[in-house]
């Protein structure tokens, strides 16, 4: 896009989406690529075997997950669409993009994290999984606080980005934000409950807070507008973090808050570069 903006070329929505699939399918056919070189001959060569009806009862909960997020996330633009102008949706739609770059470090985090996660509770190890979680919470939550200082500080110049009247987006911005430090605090409990087979759980809880956040919006927004939406969405976001929380901690019988005891991180860090 920057090539095509310097060429003197006028981007609109079609040309992004035509670049982001083209994107997708380097990245793809890169992946691809390595996979084959890396997966071992006999891995290659070897004849496979479905166990189709097992995947599907296994998946199911995924899907079901997956879904409930889409719902949590992306109800309160849906909503929004039906009560105010269309210039309003969009500054709502740029201050949701702008807050998620919280969640930048919670996806790169938890991508290294969750296979050691089922690992562990896979293992005969699995004392250690404890002070791993703690170590997580706190790569991700510091860093993420950073992050959440600056959009309180920068917020306006960064929205007005999109436009000057964009600013207005700012307080959207701040509650938004909040939501994804809260999340951050706790680091990701989904992955931890789905890698340690309670994606079932996972399933119930983010269906029940996509609901809760259905009825805040429809209730919220008729009278606040961006910011009804907004905290609708904040609201379901924290409810269903501190319901997961509890789950991880009668479950597992784990703590993954922030600020809960376990072993030094040092601790922690340097059993995981042992393995």
């Known amino acids: 896009m920057a090539v095509l903006f310097y060429s003197g070329v006028a981007l609109n929505g079609t040309i992004a989406l035509i670049l982001a699939l083209i994107s997708f399918v380097l990245i ?14 006999k891995v290659q060569n070897a004849r496979p075997t479905y166990h189709s009806l097992h995947w599907v009862r296994a998946s199911f909960p995924f899907m079901l997950i997956f879904t409930f997020q889409l719902i949590l996330t992306d109800t309160d633009m849906i909503m929004l669409g039906g009560f105010v102008e269309p210039d309003q949706v969009a500054i709502y739609f740029a201050s949701v993009r702008t807050a998620n770059l919280v969640l930048f470090i919670t996806s ?34 510091w860093p993420s606080l950073f992050f959440v200082i600056v959009l309180l500080i920068f917020g306006r110049p960064i929205l007005s980005l999109f436009g000057p009247e964009f600013s207005d987006g700012y307080y959207v911005l701040a509650l938004l934000i909040f939501a994804h430090l809260v999340k951050a605090a706790t680091g990701p409990i989904d992955h931890l409950l789905n890698m340690t087979g309670n994606q079932d759980a996972t399933a119930w809880v983010l269906g029940g807070s996509g609901i809760i956040n259905i009825f805040l919006n429809a209730l919220l927004i008729p009278y606040f507008g961006l ?49």
């Not at 056919?29 to 070189?37: C, D, E, F, P, V």
């Not at 991508?111 to 790569?139: C, D, I, R």
């Not at 991880?248 to 570069?273: C, H, Q």
């Open 108 to 141: 790169a985090v938890s991508a290294l994290a969750v296979a050691k996660f089922a690992a562990l509770h896979a293992s005969a190890e699995k004392a250690e999984l404890q002070p791993l979680v703690t170590a997580v919470v706190q790569w991700i939550f």
């Open 28 to 41: 793809l056919s890169g992946q691809t690529l390595l996979l084959g070189r890396c997966l071992p001959a």
């Open 227 to 275: 910011i009804g939406a907004a905290i609708a969405t904040t609201v379901s976001i924290i409810f269903s973090t501190i319901w997961l929380l509890i789950l991880v901690k009668y479950r597992l019988g784990m703590n993954a808050w922030i600020f809960s005891r376990s072993k030094p991180i040092a601790e922690v860090t340097s059993g995981v570069d042992r393995r």
